[in-house]
């Protein structure tokens, strides 16, 4: 194995958290920082020469190849796993800029009670009214402590929304029911495409409280604090499963990578795939990757940080034997326990009389309602605990992705008469979408499994996972608020979701998977502190969506964000000896 000179960090994954991490760290101290990519490097230039639907949006192009590494499935610990071999409900990114360059943009701040699950409601409702077999925690860090870095992670991204509760003070036309801001978003909203303003006038009309979708689709030209321009977005509606072609969408390659191309301590290495984190007497002593030629090397460091993204963080974890793996049997060990993913369903689909012009969007271009999200509305009377946002979000109608839509009017499934409907529906249908609370489970989690292997001989990570009744009520719950709204922005038919039955591992519902090494207050409860360093190895970091204790409502991505940056000044300033 080639050993290679140490260096002061070693970040394994070249994304969203990765980036950012290596950015703070070259800009605020003198560290040399190694980040290892697997992937190969990506380029704005890349997407304006060879962009087509087909390529990204079908044969999904910038995600993970899963003849090389995907992930088994089962529903409970009865079942046998069985490898998923084609993408489903999730889409793991691979290259620089991992899951942030195909991403949508959308970048809500959680909820303060999110942080809080397991006192707030406890406290509200008492324990008996506690889903069967939850696993909340409380996170061990607050909304309030967050903010600052909240806003740090907004500027950096541009973020166009409009504030809706500035220091206390509630804003209409804002997200009334969110947490205290310090500042009026970075960008003002983006333009409303049709569909988006018939939600938002609907739920005027009904006494809702609509606001503007936060975007990372930059609505103007900005310019960041790291001196970074990017344009305004030109609603070309390519993209989520697409990098942006003129830079509107917020990217770690068009956002990070000007600012680390600079720094002579930033060193990038690309299609180099990390296999184990190597400890010795309880600290991290670098990682073991195989580089693009195929050698395996050792790169020494002072800090270990894993940045692969929930999933691979855990497995990281896990391959490398560090830290107790959680038993679903006995409730101990804590490494994989929490695994959740956001609830995302098509709430309605909507048929229109008129045409939509749906083919305008961008992938966060849209109103949403946060009247039913977590506890702001009374539970008492509920069959569930926890909520979540309804929204319509324009991400544009790709005619591949998007075409074949008809209602359940029409009966046929092909033919002449599905063709006329088909074709008639293109641009007269629209979707209400929802995003719900995913609590933390018991009997939900990620082990690796016996049987399956990657490219190199590592075991896969098998995830464990169902939904429960809560769940499932609060999906048919906010299913019904749907239609309703649908009914009063003029749709003819609606197509309400079915419901949730068992965790479809086929159906893509959103790329955030949370947990696996979650924080909390105590290595007997959790692997990471608060600044996402691991309990007993104090030179590792484990960053990401990896760390949340269960699934808030909204998108994680902005989170996973603000708690790098915390993390990173924690580093910079020596806080956290190391
Ligand atoms: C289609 C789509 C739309 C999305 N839309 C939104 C949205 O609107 N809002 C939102 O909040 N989030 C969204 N997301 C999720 C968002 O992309 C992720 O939350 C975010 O990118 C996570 O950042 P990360 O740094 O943890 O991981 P990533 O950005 O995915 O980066 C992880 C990197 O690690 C690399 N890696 C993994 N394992 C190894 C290894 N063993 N060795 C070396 N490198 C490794 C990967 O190749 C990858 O580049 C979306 C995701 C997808 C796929
Ligand atoms: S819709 Fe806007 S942000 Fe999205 S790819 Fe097009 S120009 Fe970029």
């Not at 394994?12 to 800009?27: C, D, H, N, R």
């Not at 044969?59 to 046998?80: A, K, N, P, Q, W």
């Not at 190199?456 to 769940?471: A, C, S, V």
């Amino acid at each position: 194995m080639k050993k290679l000179p140490e260096t002061d960090v070693v970040v394994v994954g070249g994304g969203w958290t990765g980036l950012l991490l290596a950015k703070e760290l070259t800009t605020r101290s003198s560290r040399e920082v190694v980040v290892l990519e697997r992937g190969p490097m990506r380029r704005t230039a890349d997407y304006i020469d060879d962009m087509d639907e087909l390529d990204y949006a079908i044969r999904l192009r910038m995600m993970t190849d899963v003849r090389h590494e995907t992930i088994t499935f089962r529903h409970t610990s009865r079942d046998r796993a069985l490898p998923v071999r084609q993408h489903g409900s999730f889409l793991p990114g691979t290259g620089v800029g991992g899951g942030g360059e195909h991403w949508s943009g959308i970048s809500y701040r959680y909820q303060p009670e999110s942080f809080r699950m397991l006192s707030h409601y406890r406290n509200r409702y008492g324990d008996a009214r506690l889903p069967a077999g939850h696993a909340l925690q409380d996170w061990g860090i607050t909304y309030d402590e967050l903010e600052p870095y909240y806003w740090r992670a907004e500027q950096m991204l541009g973020l166009s929304g409009k504030a809706g509760n500035l220091g206390g003070r509630k804003i209409e036309g804002g997200n009334v029911f969110e947490g205290p801001r310090s500042h009026e978003y970075p960008t003002p909203p983006m333009k409303m495409p049709y569909l988006a303003a018939l939600f938002r006038d609907a739920t005027n009309k009904m006494g809702y409280h609509p606001y503007p979708m936060p975007a990372a689709t930059t609505s103007q030209t900005y310019r960041n604090p790291d001196g970074v321009i990017r344009s305004g977005c030109v609603y070309c509606g390519y993209c989520e499963r697409y990098g942006c072609m003129i830079g509107a969408k917020a990217q770690p390659t068009n956002t990070l990578m000007p600012v680390l191309s600079k720094r002579k301590s930033f060193h990038l290495r690309t299609e180099c795939w990390v296999r184990r984190v190597v400890t010795e007497g309880g600290k991290a002593r670098g990682v073991m990757y195989v580089d693009a030629q195929g050698e395996e090397c050792f790169q020494p460091a002072k800090v270990v940080v894993l940045a692969s993204w929930s999933v691979n963080n855990t497995r990281l974890l896990l391959l490398s034997k560090i830290g107790e793996p959680y038993d679903p049997a006995t409730g101990k060990g804590v490494v994989g326990r929490n695994l959740t993913h956001q609830v995302s369903a098509p709430a309605a689909m909507m048929f229109f009389d008129e045409p939509l012009n749906r083919f305008i969007g961008a992938g966060s271009a849209g109103q949403s309602i946060g009247d039913v999200d977590g506890d702001v509305f009374d539970h008492g009377s509920l069959p569930f605990l926890g909520g979540g946002l309804l929204y319509t979000v324009c991400y544009g109608f790709r005619p591949m992705a998007n075409f074949g839509v008809v209602p359940g009017s029409v009966k046929a499934q092909w033919g002449s008469e599905w063709k006329k409907a088909a074709l008639h529906h293109y641009d007269r249908t629209g979707r209400l979408s929802l995003y719900g609370d995913h609590f933390a489970y018991r009997a939900n989690y990620m082990d690796l499994d016996p049987t399956y292997k990657d490219k190199h001989g590592d075991p896969l990570i098998r995830f464990t996972m169902d939904w429960t009744d809560n769940e499932r009520k609060l999906c048919d719950y906010m299913t019904g608020k749907a239609v309703e709204i649908a009914k009063a922005m003029g749709a003819k038919q609606i197509t309400p979701f079915p419901g949730l039955r068992r965790y479809d591992a086929t159906r893509y519902q959103s790329t955030h998977i949370q947990g696996g090494a979650i924080m909390g207050s105590s290595p007997e409860s959790s692997v990471v502190n608060s600044y996402q360093q691991h309990w007993t190895a104090p030179n590792l970091f484990v960053i990401g969506a990896s760390t949340f204790a269960h699934s808030p409502s909204s998108n994680p991505t902005l989170t996973a964000l603000a708690l790098t940056y915390r993390t990173a000044e924690a580093i910079v300033n020596k806080k956290l000896n190391v």
